[in-house]
Structures are given as structure tokens and as C-alpha cells.
């Protein structure tokens, strides 16, 4: 245990003596205003990312609402559809009533396709939607990385030329 131990500080201390013998570079002019120019441009980027993902995010938020609101609609005139369908066999005559729940069961089953359908369309376009708007996002970021490169490149540039 004390030999680990020892070993450990030494490691240590080998560590922090090498860690303090950096060389820093010369600070140019040049050098501080390259890197003030990258600080702001940076800033800029980032700023514009963030308006972006703001943007695709209200985006998406919009089409899961539209894509709820029209299924809660769908749903709607299901049940009215239902509901029809029921009346219509209650007050159907007893030797027609076989006929009326036919009638009913078909009615019902074409209401809730299309029900489905509509329900189905608005979910596709609401996840279409948050697609794109998750590929905005991710093009916004990488344009911020890409400034980022630009950016500490020319700070590089500007330090060789000394």
C-alpha cells in the first residue's frame, strides 16, 4: 500500500512539474484582435443557432398541436357517427331492426376508417414536421461549428504569422 501510494504522489508530482512548464505563446496585436474577431463572430453563430432551434422548435410544437386538434375532430364525428348509427336502430321497427343493424354496423366501420385515416394523415405531417425541423436544428449547429473552425483558424494563422 505505501509503495502504490508513493508511486501515486510521485506520478503526481511529475504531472503538475511537466504541466508548468508550457510554453505560451507571444500575444501579438494581431493575435488579440484574431481571437476578439473569433469571440464575436462565435457569438454571432452560436446566437443564430439558438434563434434556429427556437424557430424548429415552435415549428414542431405547432404541428403535434394542428395533428392532435385535427384528431380530437376525427374522433369527434366517429362518435357522432356512432351515435347516429345507434338512434337509428332504436328506432328502427322490431321486423327491420336486423336490417337497421346492418346498416348501423356498416356506417360505424366506414366512420372509424375514416377516422383512422385522418388520424393517420395528421400524424404523418405533424412527424414529417418535427423531422424537419430536428434537420434545421442539426444544419444550424454544424454551421455554428463550422464558424467555430473558421474562427480558431484564423486565430492559428494569425499567432504563425507572429
Request: charged share 35%.
Amino acid at each position: 500500500m505505501n509503495k502504490l501510494l508513493a508511486t501515486l504522489i510521485a506520478g503526481f508530482v511529475a504531472t503538475t512539474a511537466y504541466a508548468q512548464t508550457t510554453v505560451t505563446p507571444a500575444n501579438t496585436e494581431a493575435v488579440v484582435k484574431a481571437e476578439a474577431k473569433a469571440e464575436a463572430d462565435i457569438a454571432k453563430a452560436e446566437a443564430k443557432e439558438a434563434k434556429a432551434a427556437a424557430k424548429a422548435d415552435e415549428k414542431a410544437t405547432k404541428a403535434v398541436a394542428d395533428a392532435q386538434e385535427k384528431k380530437a375532430k376525427a374522433h369527434a364525428k366517429a362518435v357522432k357517427a356512432h351515435a347516429d348509427a345507434a338512434e337509428k336502430v332504436t328506432k328502427a321497427d322490431p321486423e327491420d331492426r336486423a336490417k337497421a343493424i346492418a346498416k348501423a354496423e356498416e356506417k360505424v366501420s366506414e366512420a372509424n376508417l375514416k377516422a383512422e385515416k385522418k388520424m393517420i394523415k395528421a400524424d404523418e405531417k405533424s412527424l414529417k414536421t418535427q423531422v424537419d425541423a430536428a434537420a434545421d436544428k442539426a444544419t444550424a449547429a454544424a454551421k455554428t461549428e463550422q464558424v467555430r473552425a473558421e474562427a480558431m483558424a484564423d486565430v492559428h494563422e494569425a499567432a504563425a504569422k507572429k
